[in-house]
Nanobody
Framework: QVQLVESGGGLVQAGGSLRLSCAAS????????MGWFRQAPGKEREFVAA????????YYADSVKGRFTISRDNAKNTVYLQMNSLKPENTAVYYC???????????????WGQGTQVTVSS
């Protein structure tokens, strides 16, 4: 069982930055691939970024490439999402998730956090 708790969301102006954190409870955190997803009102939850258990491989949605960076610190059981050059359309609830393998589909993730709200004003 893995418990995930996101933090770092908030209100930011367009062009600004936020760093999301996701703290995991599992002692085996380093064996899980981690992902970030987001869900805007009235829309499906969509993939944002993923990182392998070692941090050696990362994957991004085309819409965030070059602006968002996923990273992890296995010693701290934490995964991060650095978000730069934020746009109003990035407004959503952001979720972190854990999986046994690196995948970019939400169906591939076994554990989810409760989400953190990110609001980007124009």
């Amino acid at each position: 069982q893995v418990q995930l708790v996101e933090s770092g969301g908030g209100l930011v102006q367009a062009g600004g930055s936020l760093r999301l954190s996701c703290a995991a409870s599992a002692r085996t955190f380093s064996s899980y691939a981690m992902g970030w997803f987001r869900q805007a009102p009235g829309k499906e939850r969509e993939f944002v970024a993923a990182i392998s258990w070692s941090g050696g491989s990362t994957y991004y949605a085309d819409s965030v490439k070059g602006r968002f960076t996923i990273s992890r610190d296995n010693a701290k059981n934490t995964v991060y999402l650095q978000m730069n050059s934020l746009k109003p359309e990035n407004t959503a609830v952001y979720y972190c998730a854990a999986s046994q393998v690196v995948v970019t589909t939400k169906q591939g993730y076994d554990y989810w956090g409760q989400g953190t709200q990110v609001t980007v004003s124009s």
